[in-house]
């Protein structure tokens, strides 16, 4: 793993691998965050809160912005908290802490306006790809796949409060994004029926609760500070 200007407290393989949707050629996708030394927020110039790397794919977010992003229920990096055990390849104590916190991050509205709308981005992908080229038509397939995924997550999540990060039919979700990719127009009404499940009540409140996050963060605050001698 590259060197971040912290200590990582929660990571795991994401993406194709944990929706289950990975073949032998399949990237291997990672997600963690990570924890700046405390006394590193104190001065004029703040730490990168962000590192994104290619070889090997890996993305980690420093815990105050991971925080911002699972209360606003971003599909992408919520996911974290709802690995299969299996694919954390670190999780500390306090890493463990927050996957116990990981339902008051939810909320109705935010689930319905993040997992909608990056479906609608990948729906709009699709409607402006080039037919005539191969590996735009493949990308087709990605995109409505990952359609597929983000609007029956959205149901799941309003529906019962739970993200099931591995697929139970991973095989259906593939040939139906494979339907969906060579026809975008079907996945209207997957969108439709999307949006009218989530406008009814569910199980999510109406805002999440940032108590649980602020204690946490700074019980990282905590352990992570150094005062200098």
Known sequence: ??????????SGIVGSTAYG???AGSDIDRLGLFAVPTEELHGLHRPAESQVTTEPD???HEAAKWCRLALNCNPTASELV??????????????EELIALRSTFLSAPAVRRAYLGYADQQFRKLLARDTADPAARRRAAKHARH???LTEQA???????LNLIRLPDPERVRELGERIAARPATAESLLA???????RP???PDAPDPRPAEAWLRRVRAAHYAPAA
């Open 1 to 10: 793993m590259p060197t971040t200007p912290g200590t990582v407290l929660l």
């Open 21 to 23: 949707f990975a073949h």
């Open 58 to 60: 890996l993305t980690l």
């Open 82 to 95: 709802w690995l299969p055990d299996e694919l954390y390849e670190t999780r500390t104590p306090l890493g």
């Open 147 to 149: 359609l597929v995924r």
């Open 155 to 161: 149901v799941r999540l309003h529906e019962s409060g």
């Open 193 to 199: 029926e999307a949006a009218e499940r989530l406008s």
């Open 202 to 204: 569910g199980v999510l």
